[in-house]
T-cell receptor, first 110, second 113 residues
Framework: RKEVEQDPGPFNVPEGATVAFNCTYS??????FFWYRQDCRKEPKLLMS???SGNEDGRFTAQLNRASQYISLLIRDSKLSDSATYLC???????????FGKGTRLSVIA | GAVVSQHPSWVICKSGTSVKIECRSL??????MFWYRQFPKQSLMLMAT?????????EQGVEKDKFLINHASLTLSTLTVTSAHPEDSSFYIC?????????FGPGTRLTVT
């Protein structure tokens, strides 16, 4: 079983749509969780951290369910500029490296 | 946020030659840097953890004699791909910072012909 699993997509959605991505992780001892965004042929950039209580940053909402080992990202009112690959990232502890999922590709269409 | 640079941004080399990629933290000191490799439509795979002043720690399956890592100072780590082969063609990315706040370099696209 892969450490971090995501639906690769692609998700093709019209502008203004709401889209949700899911991610599962295998190691129940994982401590920290993140969503990164990666544009084509570019480096990943941190989008937001994910907390158990859920957190929101503008149009983006992240949720963590530790019992189910499940992380989600919700994007409301999609913009063309949201088109990218969204990477689910898990950290076991402060002394271990980040573990990346393969990413979910999103295309927002005009 | 902090800035990490990589050089070169892209390189084409012939099979059998060696290529050096530099990773610099421009506005902070990085005791630890990470080297990743990403093949098309694949996730970032950690190759090694580069520690300033000591030997790098390689992930399972990564040949340390082929991918030489040197972390000579707190702001510079280098990855040398020795005797490159076409299958080494990939996107190589470094990162630095704490695990909770990691900054990625812009990546180096290597093509081996």
């Amino acid at each position: 079983r892969k450490e971090v699993e995501q639906d690769p997509g692609p998700f093709n959605v019209p502008e203004g749509a709401t889209v949700a991505f899911n991610c599962t992780y295998s190691n129940s001892a994982s401590q920290s969780f993140f969503w990164y965004r990666q544009d084509c042929r570019k480096e990943p950039k941190l989008l937001m951290s994910v907390y158990s209580s859920g957190n929101e940053d503008g149009r983006f909402t992240a949720q963590l369910n530790r019992a189910s080992q499940y992380i989600s990202l919700l994007i409301r009112d999609s913009k063309l500029s949201d088109s990218a690959t969204y990477l689910c990232v898990v950290l076991l502890s402060g002394n271990t490296p980040l573990v990346f999922g393969k990413g979910t590709r999103l295309s927002v269409i005009a | 946020g902090a800035v990490v640079s990589q050089h070169p941004s892209w390189v084409i080399c012939k099979s059998g030659t060696s290529v050096k990629i530099e990773c610099r933290s421009l506005d902070f000191q990085a005791t630890t840097m990470f080297w990743y490799r990403q093949f098309p439509k694949q996730s970032l795979m950690l190759m090694a953890t580069s520690n300033e002043g000591s030997k790098a720690t390689y992930e399972q399956g990564v040949e340390k004699d082929k991918f030489l890592i040197n972390h000579a100072s707190l702001t510079l780590s280098t990855l040398t791909v020795t005797s490159a082969h076409p299958e080494d063609s990939s996107f190589y990315i470094c990162s630095a910072g704490t695990p909770y706040e990691q900054y990625f370099g812009p990546g180096t696209r290597l093509t081996v012909t």
